[in-house]
């Protein structure tokens, strides 16, 4: 088992933030980075669980509500200008979120795929990834993963990416896989995932090094 502090050279712990095109295998890399330093990971379907659980109701969230003041209003009124009016479900359930993630954060070292973690996080030790791979292959991923045929996956790539890319460049301004946004993006197409978890391993040993 790697030691996290020795592994990266740092004294705080890192969270590893994922985003990805649908079929890159990513949670398969989150696993094995998650092994290896015995950490937890968080896909998107935890910490929908994880607000469900949380005393945060998105439905009663309104801007001026005491927990939004501090990092989290501030990132997001600098790249989404609202009215009361225009604060609608998917806003409060965004903000609802990111504040998850960010008690989450205060845990300790993590794996956190997608929810704009990268993002949200800003401030704290984070290294931020971007999976990416050829569609072909992503659609084959898909086909033998799900037993869909080729015509259903890639319905449910094009869903699913522009869905996350929409969602994305909404909330953060940024671009989603865009190489400012990110410490490292990865075509998976030539790497198995405990390959492409230890090339993340090691770049983030690199910008955390002191």
Same mark, same amino acid.
């Given at each position: 088992m ?8 740092a ?32 896909d ?45 479900a ?16 205060? %845990?300790? +070292?993590? &794996? !956190? $795929?997608?929810?704009? #973690? ?66 490292l993006?990865?075509n ?6 405990? %390959?492409? +978890?230890? &090339? !993340? $391993?090691?770049?983030? #040993? ?5």
């Amino acid at each position: 088992m790697l030691n996290l502090n020795k592994w990266l050279g740092a004294h705080r712990p890192v969270i590893f933030t994922i985003d990805r095109e649908h079929g890159t295998d990513a949670m398969k890399v989150a696993k094995r980075i998650a092994d290896k330093l015995d950490i937890p990971v968080y896909d998107e379907q935890i910490i929908d669980l994880k607000l469900l659980e949380s005393s945060v109701d998105p439905n009663c969230i309104k801007k001026d509500d005491t927990f939004l003041q501090g990092t989290i209003y501030d990132l997001y009124r600098e790249n989404y200008s609202y009215s009361q009016e225009d604060f609608v479900a998917t806003d409060a359930r965004f903000l609802a979120n990111a504040k998850i993630l960010r008690d989450l954060a205060k %845990d300790g +070292a993590a &794996v !956190i $795929l997608g929810k704009c #973690a990268n993002y949200v996080l800003k401030g704290y030790d984070t290294f931020n990834v971007f999976l990416s791979c050829d569609e072909t292959l992503r659609i084959e991923r898909l086909m033998a993963r799900d037993h869909i045929s080729q015509q259903k996956a890639r319905g449910e790539l094009l869903k699913i990416d522009t869905r996350r890319k929409n969602h994305y460049q909404k909330y953060t301004g940024g671009q989603w896989g865009g190489p400012t946004d990110y410490d490292l993006i990865i075509n998976t197409a030539y790497f198995d995932s405990d %390959d492409v +978890a230890n &090339v !993340i $391993l090691k770049c983030s #040993a690199l910008k955390h090094r002191q």
